[in-house]
């Protein structure tokens, strides 16, 4: 994805945009699928980086590889996450962690390239919309 006009942040709003309601994806599983296999930190640096009070990308569907809430210095933000985790059917055992065997989204590498190449024309307008 290295021809994309599309900057990483872009790719990974794209993305987590498709999580569907009730499933998780990891940071590194997130920035594995968009081919930058050590770019874990830099995709909480992207959904860190959202504004607003509820910003059009669910962040909350994104946990660290251990299947846990890892929102360092907000205990009001990481409750928040969970909270709208658990409206989506999402369950935490006792120790505050996610089966992420039961609750992590698979998308299939082609799955991937559509949700991006999608993105990347509704970027430029809208072309080959469809």
Same mark, same amino acid.
């Given at each position: 994805?290295?021809?994309?006009?599309?900057?990483?942040?872009?790719?990974? !709003?794209?993305?987590?945009?498709?999580? +569907?309601?009730?499933?998780?994806?990891? !940071?590194?599983?997130?920035?594995?699928?968009?081919?930058?296999?050590r770019?874990?930190?830099?995709?909480?640096?992207?959904?860190?980086?959202?504004?607003? +009070?509820?910003?059009?990308?669910p962040?909350?569907?994104?946990?660290?590889?251990?299947?846990?809430?890892?929102?360092?210095?907000?205990?009001?933000?990481?409750?928040?996450?969970?909270?709208?985790?658990?409206?989506?059917?999402?369950?935490?055992?006792?120790?505050?962690?996610?089966?992420?065997?039961k609750?992590?989204?698979?998308?299939?590498?082609?799955?991937?390239?559509?949700?991006?190449?999608?993105?990347?024309?509704?970027?430029?307008?809208?072309?080959?919309?469809?």
């Amino acid at each position: 994805m290295a021809d994309s006009p599309m900057s990483f942040n872009q790719q990974v !709003y794209a993305l987590v945009r498709r999580i +569907p309601a009730g499933r998780v994806l990891s !940071y590194g599983r997130v920035a594995l699928l968009l081919g930058v296999p050590r770019g874990a930190r830099s995709v909480g640096w992207a959904l860190g980086s959202l504004t607003g +009070p509820e910003p059009e990308v669910p962040w909350h569907r994104v946990v660290n590889a251990q299947g846990r809430i890892s929102i360092k210095g907000s205990p009001d933000v990481a409750a928040r996450q969970r909270a709208k985790l658990e409206a989506e059917g999402v369950v935490f055992d006792d120790n505050d962690t996610i089966a992420m065997n039961k609750f992590l989204w698979q998308p299939s590498a082609l799955d991937v390239e559509a949700i991006i190449q999608h993105a990347r024309d509704q970027a430029r307008g809208g072309e080959n919309d469809g």
